[in-house]
Nanobody, 122 residues
Framework: QVQLVESGGGLVQAGGSLRLSCTAS????????MGWYRQAPGKQRELVAR???????NYSDSVKGRFTISRDNAKNTVYLQMNSMEPEDTAIYYC????????????????WGQGTQVTVSS
């Protein structure tokens, strides 16, 4: 009923940049928080950045000053601009959103994208 579709992953050299996008579609009334998480091989999924519906943001310490999260509410899309990338940023990146339908609002459910691979070579 709700889908999150990510794009923009790929291979980049250390010091380079990538921009991830994630668009939500389906039975959407309100999108609350949106965010990006990542999971490296052998590690737990971790928060990268989140943005509220009024554009307040928070970042993990490892990406502060290098990554920027933003959203376009008219397009139901969240972005992650990744600059000065490091090999340690290599992971599968997942989009997350808390979304309410017309029938569930104000209650919202968690939705996840399928993930997009980001690889940073040294």
């Amino acid at each position: 009923q709700v889908q999150l579709v990510e794009s923009g992953g790929g291979l980049v050299q250390a010091g380079g940049s990538l921009r991830l996008s994630c668009t939500a579609s389906g039975r959407i009334f309100v999108i609350n928080d949106m965010g990006w998480y990542r999971q490296a091989p052998g590690k737990q999924r971790e928060l990268v950045a989140r943005i509220t519906d009024d554009d307040r943001t928070n970042y993990s310490d490892s990406v502060k000053g290098r990554f920027t999260i933003s959203r376009d509410n008219a397009k139901n899309t969240v972005y992650l601009q990744m600059n000065s990338m490091e090999p340690e940023d290599t992971a599968i990146y997942y989009c997350n959103a808390k979304i309410a339908s017309h029938t569930t609002w104000p209650g919202a459910s968690d939705y996840w994208g399928q993930g997009t691979q980001v690889t940073v070579s040294s």
